[in-house]
């Protein structure tokens, strides 16, 4: 099992910054892939970043290519979302997600879940 606990959401106004982690435990971190995926009210869950193990490959969804940033510390068994110039349509719930993989995994097929973390962002 791996346990997932996402930090760093919040409130922010349009044009601002937030950090978010995904503190991973209880197996070895640089074994998985990692994911960031979001969920808007009414909406699907979609892929915001991802991750390989040792962080050679990347992939971000198209709209948030130049504003987000995805990266992990291995030593730290943690992932990060560097998220800048926010814009009132990326609020949603977002998660961070593992799959033991050596790929870079772009859909849901992870195989654990954080419980998430909220990120508004206000006009």
């Known amino acids: 099992q791996v346990q997932l606990v996402e930090s760093g959401g919040g409130s922010v106004q349009a044009g601002g910054s937030l950090r978010l982690s995904c503190a991973a435990s209880g197996r070895t971190f640089s074994n998985y892939a990692m994911g960031w995926f979001r969920q808007a009210p009414g909406k699907e869950r979609e892929l915001v970043a991802a991750i390989s193990r040792v962080s050679l490959y990347k992939d971000y969804a198209d709209f948030v290519k130049g504003r987000f940033t995805i990266s992990r510390d291995n030593t730290k068994n943690t992932m990060f979302l560097q998220m800048n110039s926010l814009q009132p349509e990326d609020t949603a719930v977002y998660y961070c997600?593992?799959?033991?993989?050596?790929?870079?995994?772009?859909?849901?097929?992870?195989?654990?879940w954080g419980q998430g973390t909220q990120v508004t962002v206000s006009s």
């Open positions: 997600a593992a799959k033991f993989t050596a790929a870079v995994v772009t859909t849901a097929v992870y195989d654990y």
